[in-house]
T-cell receptor
Framework: DTGVSQDPRHKITKRGQNVTFRCDPI?????LYWYRQTLGQGPEFLTY????????KSRLLSDRFSAERPKGSFSTLEIQRTEQGDSAMYLC??????????????FGPGTRLTVT | AQSVTQLGSHVSVSEGALVLLRCNYS??????LFWYVQYPNQGLQLLLK??????LVKGINGFEAEFKKSETSFHLTKPSAHMSDAAEYFC????????????FGSGTRLQVQP
């Protein structure tokens, strides 16, 4: 098991462009979370999936953001019409579905987005 | 609503000295508490967690933390700092609802001086 992976690790884009990030969770984890981390701050919750169902979205997730998890495996996070304020580290985490271990989230290395 | 406050955005210690990173939380339900470490340009790694049971929890790399309900605190300690401990440390609380999302503090950067 290689842990949670994210691709790309870095993305530089111009304002107004669309970007898409991918997250591959640990294989037996059916919960998947997206967080955003801005410079000097802790991560903030964006959304989460249980299997393929997106169960909650934070109010931080504007309508320019969309996340999917087809077939309950990998997930994608798309940002349309990027703005400079979208510049941040986007972190993905996964966890087991139930029991005390489900409270342990395992994080990927993140995708650092820079909007110029 | 839950919140986490980490006192001190930067802490500097000498190698071999005690490490103490402070965390206070606010939660309307019994909290599940976590400490994560983040090295530059990397994701977060779980150091330790408190869910139920023993209030003194031990984690990886010699770290431990004590849950004190009366003080709403979950401070992280290590008896003797090592150069490799230099990193950003985040305290987090999990909501005990179905989503179990983490609410993080703003982090404490630990510097270890030789």
């Amino acid at each position: 098991d290689t842990g949670v992976s994210q691709d790309p690790r870095h993305k530089i884009t111009k304002r107004g462009q669309n970007v898409t990030f991918r997250c591959d969770p640990i294989s037996e984890h059916n919960r998947l979370y997206w967080y955003r981390q801005t410079l000097g701050q802790g991560p903030e919750f964006l959304t989460y999936f249980q299997n393929e169902a997106q169960l909650e979205k934070s109010r931080l997730l504007s309508d320019r953001f969309s996340a999917e998890r087809p077939k309950g495996s990998f997930s994608t996070l798309e940002i349309q019409r990027t703005e400079q304020g979208d510049s941040a580290m986007y972190l993905c985490a996964s966890s087991l579905p139930a029991g005390e271990a489900s409270y342990e989230q395992y994080f990927g290395p993140g995708t650092r987005l820079t909007v110029t | 609503a839950q919140s986490v406050t980490q006192l001190g955005s930067h802490v500097s210690v000498s190698e071999g000295a005690l490490v103490l990173l402070r965390c206070n939380y606010s939660s309307s339900v019994p909290p599940y508490l976590f400490w994560y470490v983040q090295y530059p340009n990397q994701g977060l790694q779980l150091l330790l967690k408190y869910t139920t049971g023993a209030t003194l929890v031990k984690g990886i790399n010699g770290f431990e933390a004590e849950f004190k309900k009366s003080e709403t605190s979950f401070h992280l300690t290590k008896p003797s700092a090592h150069m490799s401990d230099a990193a950003e440390y985040f305290c987090a609380v999990s909501d005990n609802t179905g989503r179990r999302a983490l609410t993080f503090g703003s982090g404490t950067r630990l510097q270890v001086q030789p």
